[in-house]
């Protein structure tokens, strides 16, 4: 449960370094294809640029989050779920569309470490 728990912290702090990182690629590729309306109550009253950011980054924290979960942990993935994706169902409650957004980019992500998981297996 220790090497678990350890796991998690470092695909929470991988996670968010990634975000920070690809930030800008998720939000051009987010506001390329959604056309997002600035004046919709999910931005930030005055400050879009500021609510973009938020969700580029969350948008790629959901993406690197599930595509670490799945390549890294091989048991007990519900439980990495729970702590690590459970937030972002919070923080996009009530606006739906971001929220088909991250779950779009979890299932990705998703896909992309199953791959991954079975290219080392095949690997090995």
Partial sequence: MKNLFLKIVLIFIVSLI???LFNNLFLKFYTNISMPNFNDPGFLVGLPGISLKITGFLLAYSFFISLLNFALIKNKKWLTWLIL?????????????????????????YVLGRVIRVIV???K
């Fill in 121 to 123: 297996k095949r690997v």
């Fill in 18 to 20: 990634g975000s920070w």
């Fill in 85 to 109: 994706f459970l937030p972002l169902i919070f923080i996009s409650f009530g606006f739906w569309q971001i929220f088909i957004w991250y779950t779009a980019m979890t299932i990705i992500g």
